[in-house]
Structures are given as C-alpha cells and as structure tokens.
C-alpha cells in the first residue's frame, strides 16, 4: 500500500524535474505532465515515444489507424514546435532516442531502427530477420557507447509473440553485435542502465525488474498493479507506468506509481484519464512550457485565435478582430441599451444613470483610441424635435472591453439642459469621429421623456426625492438605484 505523511512528502520532493508522460491510446491519449503526485493534461495528440535532444524535446505521434505506415515526429524547444518530420513507409512507431547528432526511432511493425539526421534524412537502418513485425522490438536505451532494444521474441511470423502472450521469450538485445544480455522476459519495456543495473518493466506479468548485467539474472522484483510500460528514475524514487485493460488488469485508468528506491516499496500512485502509458520522461522546465505552447508559437497569433474562440462561443462571425479603437463598420454597430432615466431633472444639474447595454454586433467594442466607444446622449425639444446643445454631452468610457453577446453595466453622467421645459433624451453608443450608433440604426437606443425644472424652484423635498418612471426613490436612505431595467426605445 502506498505510505502517507512526510515520508512520502520527502521522497516526491526528489523528483525535482517535472516529468512528461506519453499517453497511447487511441481513446483518450495525448501528453500529460507529471509533478510531485499531480497531472495536468497538456494535449490529445496520441503519442509514444519521447526523448531529450540536446536542448530540445522529441516526440512520436502514433496513428490512431496501426495499418498507416507512417512515422510523424514533432520537435520542441522552449518556445513551442520547432520542427515537424513526417516519414512514409515506417508504420507503429514506438521509442524514440537521441545518439548526440541522430534520431533512433523504431518502427515496429517493419522490425526497424531508424538513424535520422536533424535535417530529415534516413541515414541508417537496423532489420529484425523474420516477417513483419516478428520480433516487436520496442524501446530503446544507452550505455555507454552501446544502444540496446528490448524485444518481445525472436520469432519468425509477423506478430509470432502474440501466440505466448504470458511467455517469457522476451530479451533485452545489444543492437551493435545482436548480443542478448538478458532473457526470460515477458513482453519487455523501457530498459533503463543505473547504477551498474539494469531496470526493465516485465509489462506482461505487471512488473519491475532489477537486472544484473553480467549474469543476467533478476536481483530484485516488484509487482505493481497494472501492465507495467514508462520508467523515470531519480536519486530516491522510481516512477513507473501502469497501464488499465491489458491482460486482465482490472484498473479503470493508468497510473503512475512511485516506489522508494532504496526500499522498493509504493510510496504514492496517481491515475491519469487515460488507459495507457508509454513513456515517462523528465523534462527542464523551459522544455514543458514548450510543449504546452505546442503549435502556439506566435504571441500575435495566440491572441488572434483566442479572440476567435470568444467570437465562436458568442456565436459570431468576426468583422473585426482585435480590441481597438478603429472605426467600426455599420454593421458592428449593433446594440441593446436599457437605462433608468428620472421623468423630473433641474436645470444645469449632473446625475449618475445606471445603463445597461449589451453588444450585438460583431466586433469587440472598446473605449480606447483613437476612435473611442463611449455611452454619450443627446437632448431634443418634445414639441418640435429641435436638437439642442445641452450641457457638455459627457462621454462616459465603458468600463470594460465587450465582446459580442456580452452583456456590460455602466453608471452614466448626464447634464441636464440650460433652460426648464419639456424634453426627450436619447442614450446611445458614440464612436468618436465615427458615428452615433442610433443614427446608424434608431433601436440603437433607449429614448426617454423628462421634465427639466428651473433650479430656482428647486425644494428640500425634490433634492431628497426623484421619481424613477412609477417609482419613487428616497436618495438619502437609498443611494443605489434599483437594478431593474428600463425598455429600449421607448
């Protein structure tokens, strides 16, 4: 069972590099990045291998189709894909590994070990003998100078080893003379030199191995709880990848098990939401941010795409991207307003009118030059329709950037006109040196009669009380206005 408490805590805390975890399947597969017992999903992109390059990431993408003979391999550096290789007539590839100047990447269902330069080109290969995928070599490893494949058998039919699936013909082979340094393994995986030992997962029986390298005999065994695949190794703790649904593993998702390295006991195992792991690998942290960017290397372009997501979910087509102060097109200039307006104001006075306004057009509206969006207004004679030129007509920015659909609440400052008398107010949008939006389209608008008192009739009752449409408000015992919105247009 796994140990809880400050242990537990000491020995994670040594996996001091975050690790990133291939995910391999097809339902549910993709990148994950592992720290200190928590996950976080970085993608969907199927994947197997992984590997560092010098001060780069690798990665093998795996075709959700197994008969597609292509290999696909992305390349990262710290700001996101540098590079993209795509190589056909290579089908299932599995490892990944990086000698200093070439990619080793298998190519299991052609029994291959591909040597790629950086520039793409295939500059050597290593065959199984036997048909097809015989022989399913699998991971790769250094030691030394030497690279070393783990193999599922040497048979002679394609996929032959899938006949003794709880077998033990599985070896570990040095690539340089077809040497076997160890056998009696089942189904091997992700072979790791440490130490002067060797560490494989013995995937089929669900375990890990510790081998030694001359007599090639098992020293040390752990049972874990899943098909064993993916093995990071730190000073304190191994990690190790524990696959769901392979050969009577009844786990609904993979996990990732730590263990204590000196004890070999489980100290944690965290799920993933996923059923199979490949690969675990610790990454510098400028290399994770890397892969989180992904194909999201431009700044510029990040924004452009964020901004359409907004517009997608408000379900809109742009015609205007970017949150600027350009002029807007008539057809942006689409809005609902809503506004409590008092029937009685005074002369010459200022007031706070809440507004509501919600943007019904395609572009992000916003108060910012050189052609700002402001609420603004403008007063008319009731008798004759006579515009007049009262008080300031104060621009009130919006208080925020709206995009489409977005709904935006407001406090206004209306001046009342000069002279007493009957009049209509118009709130609206203004584009400075653009447009008024109403003008563009009248329901751009919320209209409203008032009744302008000469100041100098102005009481103690009117200076404490003023009537809301049918409502009246105390302003000494109510300084905030009902929420309740008014009806545009009328």
Request: overall charge negative; proline content about 7%; aromatic content about 8%.
């Amino acid at each position: 069972m796994p140990r809880h408490g400050s242990l537990k805590a000491n020995l994670l805390k040594s996996t001091d590099s975050p690790v990133l975890v291939s995910a391999s399947s097809v339902d549910g597969g993709g990148l994950f990045a592992y720290e200190r017992g928590r996950v976080e999903r970085i993608d969907n992109l199927t994947t197997m291998g992984l590997c560092i390059a010098g001060d780069k990431l690798a990665r093998v993408l795996k075709s959700p189709d197994i008969t597609e003979t292509m290999t696909e391999l992305l390349v990262y550096d710290g700001r996101g894909v540098e590079r993209y290789y795509r190589f056909d007539g290579f089908g299932c590839p599995h490892d990944i590994a990086w000698s200093g100047s070439q990619f080793l990447v298998i190519a299991s269902t052609q029994s291959k070990i591909l040597w790629i330069s950086r520039a793409g080109d295939v500059e050597r290969v290593w065959q199984a003998p036997g048909e097809g995928d015989s022989w399913h070599i699998n991971s790769l490893a250094r030691a030394g100078d030497e690279w070393y494949v783990s193999v599922f058998g040497k048979f002679a039919r394609h996929r032959g080893w899938a006949e003794e699936l709880h077998g033990t013909s599985g070896l570990l082979l040095r690539i340089s003379d077809n040497k076997e340094i160890c056998t009696g393994l089942s189904q091997p995986h992700s072979p790791r030199f440490s130490d002067g030992k060797w560490l494989i997962c013995n995937s089929v029986r669900h375990e890990l191995v510790q081998i030694d390298p001359g007599s090639g005999k098992v020293e040390r065994r752990l049972k874990l709880d899943g098909y064993t695949r993916g093995l990071a190794v730190f000073d304190d703790v191994l990690l190790v990848g524990e696959s769901a649904k392979r050969y009577a593993v009844t786990r609904p998702n993979a996990a990732i098990c730590a263990i204590d390295r000196k004890t070999w006991e489980v100290i944690d195992r965290t799920e993933l939401k996923t059923k199979e792991i490949y690969e675990l690998l610790p990454v510098p942290r400028p290399l994770l941010q890397g892969a989180r960017a992904g194909f999201r290397t431009s700044r510029t372009r990040n924004a452009e795409e964020d901004h359409h997501y907004l517009f997608q979910l408000a379900g809109v087509e742009p015609v205007r991207m970017w949150a600027t102060g350009e002029p807007l097109p008539p057809e942006a200039m689409k809005v609902s307003v809503s506004a409590r307006v008092p029937d009685v104001m005074q002369c010459g006075e200022t007031l706070e009118i809440p507004v509501w306004v919600t943007n019904l057009g395609g572009a992000i509206l916003v108060s910012a030059p050189p052609n700002p969006v402001s609420i603004c207004y403008r007063w008319t004679r009731s008798d004759d329709g006579t515009e007049i030129a009262a008080g300031q007509w104060i621009h009130t920015p919006l208080p925020r950037s709206a995009p489409p659909g977005d709904p935006i609440t407001a406090t206004a400052l209306v001046a009342a006109p000069d002279d007493p008398g009957e009049y209509v107010l118009i709130l609206t949008l203004l584009q400075e040196n653009v447009a008024w939006f109403d003008r563009v389209n009248s329901d751009n608008a919320t209209v409203h009669a008032v009744t302008v008192l000469p100041s100098r009739t102005a009481t103690p009752e009117l200076e404490t009380q003023r009537s809301f449409g049918s409502l009246t408000i105390d302003l000494e015992s109510s300084p905030s206005l009902p929420p309740e919105r008014g009806s545009a247009g009328t």
